[in-house]
């Protein structure tokens, strides 16, 4: 319930912090700054911390600790206000010699939600995980202190392998997506929608509150996420052909000709090279890039499009620039699709091919074990952008399921980052 330090000029033993939540917390007889003089009798004067912990752990029964007050006592950490935060990195502490008591520390995963309880000591914050339960805080590197540990240590780089073409169930204006799965290489992305590594960002924690969408509002913009073949373009497509008065993708634009027959229901918006060009540098796309020869791209210009008429936008696009998407003005729900099983992973991928711009063939064995690979570290890396994971076991299923989601995420309230919800 509490952390000791040692004044290494007088060796004396302070209590340094008292856990919110914890049993000394809720005698409020303990308080930082409290000079500990003796347990069970025993001075404790000149010890370290290690051993005065000791002679804790061999205490049974009742403990007696004799201490003198803090003349000036710190405020009580009950009356501070909680702030809460989504973990942007990762943390461990059995993994960080600088943490005052490793027992004491909480380990979190990059997306995971904190609620911040106390930030009283500039060096250690305490906090919950959420939800839980738990009444007892855990202590967790304060945002100052963690970001400065991450600039020092070398952040490890992910790599992903993309899968260099599309199934042939997708059919949803196929030629734009062979674009999106055979042209990685030529593919571009905004300068703004760089993913941020480790030492750049500007802090580890981002600040969160609920919101909760006003029926007067446009409606949240809804962002799929998943590694090529997983089934994202074609859970996409099916959700617009069963619900095509709510929901609705942007019309990508194209420099490639108008073919016959397009102009009376277009699915693109047909563009000029210099045009396309001016919107690039203008960082109006999404993403965007070439192939056979004609730029495409997905415009944040196509998305208000729709938002405007009242409709829902869906969109899928690579995890790295989902960061792009994340205002105030747009508030994207972010959905991850994930693959199932290994097992049924085959079995549902069995008499589905891969098509490239050269051929047309059945998927392999290298193919599985590269989708659940690319899936498995794009989660890792961008797990903090996701407000949900869904797991397409079932394609039918998970459109169901993924439909609910879109629903909850216009109705309900959800954590999004603190500027979202202030006017």
């Known amino acids: 319930g509490a952390t000791i330090r ?3 000029e007088t060796g004396e033993i302070f209590i340094a912090r008292v856990i919110h939540g914890g049993l000394a917390d809720r005698s409020g007889l303990l308080h930082p700054g409290d000079l500990l003089v003796e347990v069970n009798g025993n001075p404790v004067v000149g010890l370290d911390p290690e051993q005065v912990i000791q002679i804790l752990m061999d205490s049974q029964g009742t403990i007696l600790f004799k201490v003198l007050p803090n003349e000036t006592p710190a405020s009580s950490s009950c009356c501070a206000k909680s702030v809460f935060v989504r973990a942007m990195v990762d943390y461990c502490p059995l993994q960080d010699t600088s943490i005052p008591c490793p027992d004491a520390g909480m380990a979190f995963r990059r997306g995971d939600l904190l609620e911040v309880v106390d930030q009283s000591d500039e060096r250690w914050w305490q906090a919950r995980k959420l939800p839980s339960a738990a009444s007892c805080a855990r202590l967790i590197p304060s945002a100052g202190r963690l970001k400065s540990r991450l600039s020092t240590s070398e952040p490890r780089k992910i790599r992903t392998k993309q899968m260099t073409a599309s ?6 204006r196929q030629s734009f997506c062979l674009w999106r799965r055979t042209s990685h290489r030529r593919r ?3 300068c703004t929608s760089c993913s941020p590594t480790l030492s750049s960002l500007s802090s580890p924690y981002e600040e969160v509150s609920l919101y909760q969408r006003h029926p007067e509002e446009k ?5 799929l996420a998943g590694a090529s073949g997983v089934g994202v373009n074609e859970l996409r497509k099916r959700l617009i052909k069963t619900n095509p008065l709510s929901l609705q993708g942007p019309l990508p634009h194209t420099t490639r000709p108008i073919r016959a027959g397009e102009l009376a229901k277009p699915e693109y918006h047909f563009v000029s090279k210099e045009l396309f060009e001016y919107m690039v540098v203008s960082h109006r796309f999404v993403e965007y890039g070439e192939f056979r020869g004609h730029l495409y791209g997905t415009s944040i210009d196509a998305i208000d499009d729709v938002l405007r008429r009242g409709q829902i936008c869906i969109v899928d696009v690579e995890p790295h620039n989902v960061q792009m998407l994340r205002t105030s003005r747009l508030k994207p729900f972010v959905i991850f699709i994930k693959p199932p099983s290994p097992e049924r992973l085959r079995e549902t991928r ?6 490239s711009a050269q051929a047309s063939r059945a998927f392999t064995e ?6 659940e690979e690319a899936s498995r570290l794009l989660e890792v890396k961008y797990r903090h952008l996701f407000d949900r994971v869904l797991v397409n076991e079932d394609l039918q299923e998970c459109c169901s399921r993924l439909f609910s989601l879109i629903q909850e995420a ?3 309230p959800q954590w999004t980052p603190v ?5």
Do not use: C, Y
């Not at 199934?167 to 949803?172: C, D, I, K, V």
């Not at 290298?366 to 989708?371: I, P, V």
């Open 219 to 223: 409606h949240r913009l809804i962002v």
């Open 167 to 172: 199934l042939s169930s997708a059919g949803f």
């Open 366 to 371: 290298d193919d599985f074990l590269q989708l």
């Open 410 to 412: 216009q109705q309900e």
């Open 6 to 8: 040692k004044d290494e």
């Open 188 to 190: 571009r992305q905004s």
């Open 350 to 355: 069995r008499e589905a091919r891969i098509i």
């Open 419 to 423: 500027g979202w919800s202030q006017k």
